[in-house]
Structure formats: C-alpha cells, structure tokens
C-alpha cells in the first residue's frame, strides 16, 4: 500500500473509532503516565474500555485492521519503549475492579482488581493463603498471566478459574486445570484478555491474617526499594540461583547508563533516576545481562516486559 494512502486510511480509521467510542478511546496517547518507570512514547490506539460489552465492540471493530494489541494492567513490571507502541493498547480502568465475595473462602475478582486490595479483602473476610498479594506491585490480571509471587506462595496455588475474551470478542470460561503455569508465566495466549478471577484461599481469623500480611510487608520494606520509579523485579531468579546474587557477584551492581542506575537496596531493581530514557534502561539491562552471562555462564531472563518498537 502507497505510504499516503496508508496514512490517510489510518486517519479514516481512527475518526470512526473516535466516533464510536468517544473519550474511551485516545489517539497518540502518552504511555509513561502509565507506567512505574515513568517512561514510555505514545500508542497509536489507546482505549479504555466502559465494560465488557464495549471492549467486545471494539475487538470486533479493529478485528479486520489487524492491527498489534497489548493489555496494559498496572504498569508495575512494564517498560515502554521512548518510540512508543504501533498498533493498539488497552487498559482495563477502575470498571473492572471489583471484589465479590462468593463463598466463606471463595471470591471472584475484576482483572484491574490490584493485588494489596485483593489481599485486604480476604483478610476482612477472614479469607488467610492470601497474605502475599499485599506485596505484589501489580493487578490480578497481570498476576494471573506471570503467575506472580512471592515469599513461597503464587497466584497457581489460590486459583479456581478465569473469564478471558479473545481476539475474536467470544468470553470463556478457564478452569485451573487448563492452565499451564510454571515459574513467572503460564500458557496463557498472548491475545487473550482476563476480566476476571475466582481465587480461594482457606477460613482463617483476621487477626493471624493480619499478623502474616505485616510480617511480609515488613520483609519487603527490609529488602525492596520503594517510593522510587521502577519496575520491581527486572530479571527472574535461575535454576535456584537468585538474580540479584547473580548480578552482585558479577560485579554489575554499581553499573549505570545516564540516568538508568541499579537500587543500592536491591540490586534486582532497575531504577529510573529522573532523566533516563526507556533506551538508557534496556542498554542497562543488556550490559548486565551481558556481564552476568560472561561471568557466570547464567542467561538471565527479564521478568519485565518490554513493549514498543525500536526506532
């Protein structure tokens, strides 16, 4: 297709989206507002969606475009690229965070639902196994796809089930049993979107409830970096070796590139010091992931994701 004619369908094709889905739908909307880094260029599409119904509309609607689509949850373990994200991003907002309790021990929760909110209702429900979500930075959307945890527990253990929508707008239902997880991921489709989760944990008492949740949320204070722009954890831990001992050892913990610099805290924990690009950050992760796999032999694997396209 010509570059003019190309140009010109694009912005045909965003007016009819602008008209059916009003301030739903952004054109060229700046991502790093989004994202704990900070950083991050403009989507090309960016919607939020009012409720399932609109988010299957719109599926439908950009089906035939083929255009690329990423799901955007809380920005806690993202890193935009500076050049921004061709195609679409959509963010499931506040319309999909919702809590219900179904049983003494069972609840089903909205997929923007964040992880320490999930934790506090279970624990004034007297619902205890989910104590750790207190010290997950994300939402259960995202937790659910990289089977997050922490301090020996993860989302596999206290799942039941999920509703998805996949890239054609048809919602199913996903039994546990379904699901392939394995250490921070699962099999999971990539075009799948998750709305919702039933998690079940086991009838507890507040009070031992709230006595675990603040013995790990204080183990994390002590260990983790916090108030600073991130994107928690950068590399997963390998074959039982931590990540941050791996970095340490190799001597990667001082490295900075510009205003990309490693926690002092955790050296697990890339840091957005003020002024970094998105490129200073992933040139970091390169250089230690390069120096970690000289000095001992171990290929580290980002437990971030990395979205955009490089100019």
């Not at 007016?15 to 952004?26: H, S």
């Not at 920005?75 to 179904?102: A, C, H, Y």
């Not at 004034?124 to 945890?149: A, T």
């Amino acid at each position: 297709m010509d570059e003019r004619v190309k140009i010109q369908f694009m912005i045909l094709n965003t007016d009819i989206l602008k008209e059916k889905f009003g301030k739903n739908l952004i054109i060229k909307e700046n991502l790093s507002k989004y994202s704990w880094f900070n950083l991050g260029g403009p989507a090309d599409i960016f919607f939020r969606p009012e409720n399932k119904d609109q988010l299957i509309k719109f599926l439908d609607v950009i089906k035939k475009d083929n255009l690329k689509i990423y799901i955007l949850g809380a920005g806690s373990n993202t890193l935009i690229r500076d050049s921004g994200v061709k195609g679409v991003v959509i963010k499931l907002g506040s319309k999909f965070s919702n809590i219900k309790l179904l049983e003494k021990d069972k609840i089903e929760v909205g997929a923007s639902t964040l992880d320490r909110k999930v934790s506090d209702f279970a624990k004034n429900n007297n619902i205890g196994g989910m104590e750790f979500l207190s010290c997950i930075p994300g939402s259960i959307g995202g937790s659910i796809i990289m089977n997050s945890g922490c301090y020996g527990s993860d989302i596999s253990k206290i799942l039941i089930s999920i509703k998805i929508i996949n890239e054609k707008g048809q919602e199913k239902e996903i039994k546990k049993d379904e699901i392939r997880f394995f250490y921070r991921g699962t099999d999971i489709p990539k075009n799948y979107i998750v709305l919702s989760a039933v998690l079940k944990g086991i009838a507890s008492s507040k009070q031992l409830i709230e006595r675990k949740q603040e013995k790990l949320i204080e183990k994390k204070k002590e260990s983790q970096p916090s108030q600073i722009k991130t994107g928690g954890s950068t590399f997963k831990n390998s074959n039982g070796k931590k990540a941050w001992m791996l970095i340490k050892e190799s001597g990667c913990d001082k490295l900075y590139i510009g205003d990309a610099k490693i926690s002092e805290k955790h050296c697990n924990f890339f840091v957005n010091g003020g002024k970094a690009k998105t490129a200073d950050i992933e040139k970091l992760i390169n250089k230690v992931k390069k120096e970690v796999l000289n000095k001992t032999g171990v290929d580290l694997e980002l437990e971030i994701k990395i979205i955009g396209d490089e100019k």
